[in-house]
């Protein structure tokens, strides 16, 4: 197992929809890392941020990587949110929902634990 990438999907107040990449960690509790326009990287920023008010609803995983699991935070605070990596692959066509609102201007992150 090694570190892995993959998207958060998120639903605007106006309807649109954004899709966020972002970068996991192959060790916790390394934060995720999140694109900032050029890709997510291990050197990307810990957080992201949305134009607006959103609902993140679904959490891809692209490959699984060597932590097992990421707790979701917002603005640095935990939340109740934990996202398992084995649960939420790309290959799954019956991921777990996600009903996650994040009000315009926090700062959404994370970090892997086991």
Known sequence: MAASSGII???GA???TYARNYYIPDAAPDP???DQGTGASA?????ATFPES???????VLA??????ARLTLNGT???QIVLYAAHLAALNMRPRFN???PVGFRLGGFGIT
Do not use: E, H, K, N
Not at 43 to 47: A, E, I, L, V
Not at 54 to 60: F, G, K, N, S
């Open 64 to 69: 699984a990587p060597a932590a097992t699991r």
């Open 78 to 80: 935990p939340t109740s």
């Open 43 to 47: 050197t990307s920023p810990d957080y």
């Open 100 to 102: 996650l609102p994040i």
């Open 32 to 34: 995720l890392r999140f």
């Open 9 to 11: 999907v998120a639903v």
């Open 54 to 60: 959103v609902t993140i609803v679904d959490i891809i």
């Open 14 to 16: 106006s309807g649109a």
